[in-house]
């Protein structure tokens, strides 16, 4: 696959913010302030980091670089090799965790083995790592980094609170996030974290994923959650075990949301597995609800 990258925006958005485009694959972000520039996120391939590095020269004016990785996922942070050295990389402390984590390195195998451009990527962690949250103060612009865990373990989003915009990641998805397990403790990080962030009241909010800025998809990803629990509420505790329960009239992706039109069919075949994911997650919280009433 040979992905172009290219720098864009959203209206409104301000020209210090600058959206870096890996084809369909990801969104990285670029952040200008008076003391430094901060990049979060390093794609999927250090030549993919690399030529985004070379797009922004203009925008970065010769201040400092920051990086900040906003969770372990091979496409938010397997460019780092381009930055090491060069800038500190940021990150919450539970990336460490999974970059130390066997899984981490057979999905590097796998993926190499499946496409060349993975062959050279070489796994470098963060510098810097914090708990709970932490502050980048760039003189004009303010950058909160928020643990927002479900998505991930270790999932950051980014506040910027001068411009309210919120740089959401995976935290938010359209059409639909991705809880990190089929457990109902991840379902409810994943669905706190999305009311921390409808909390911000943000202007824009912007996921890595689905070339949007609307503040209504956290509306929507928080809906399509309650909607979940409600369906799977009206279930007895046989049809609750029933294993094919998300190819079921009335439990499929396309019955919560709306698929977009021209979505790429392995796209959907994504999402429809995050779909699977997020139905198991809801299954087992009712099935632990139960238990305990």
Known sequence: MNLSVELCSYPGLDERIVIVRAGDEVDAVFVRTERFNVLIDTLGTPELCRIALGLLEE????????VVNSHMDWDHFWGNSAISGRAPIIAHAAALDRLRDASTQQVLKDKANQESRFRKVELIGPDITFCGSMVLNGGDLTLELIHTPGHTPDHIAVWIPELRICLAVDAVEYPVPEV???S??????IQSSLMRIRDL???LVIPAHGKTSSPSTVDENIAY???????IGTLSKSRLAEP????????????FVAIPDGMPLDTVAFYRACHETNLGATVQARIEKLRSA
């Open 180 to 182: 990190w397990s089929r």
């Open 225 to 231: 959650f309650q909607a979940l629990a409600e369906r």
């Open 59 to 66: 925008n970065a004016k010769a201040r400092p670089l920051l």
């Open 244 to 255: 094919q329960l998300g190819g079921m009239d009335g439990f499929r992706l396309q019955d």
């Open 184 to 189: 109902g403790h991840d379902l409810r990080l």
């Open 201 to 203: 009241e943000a202007r």
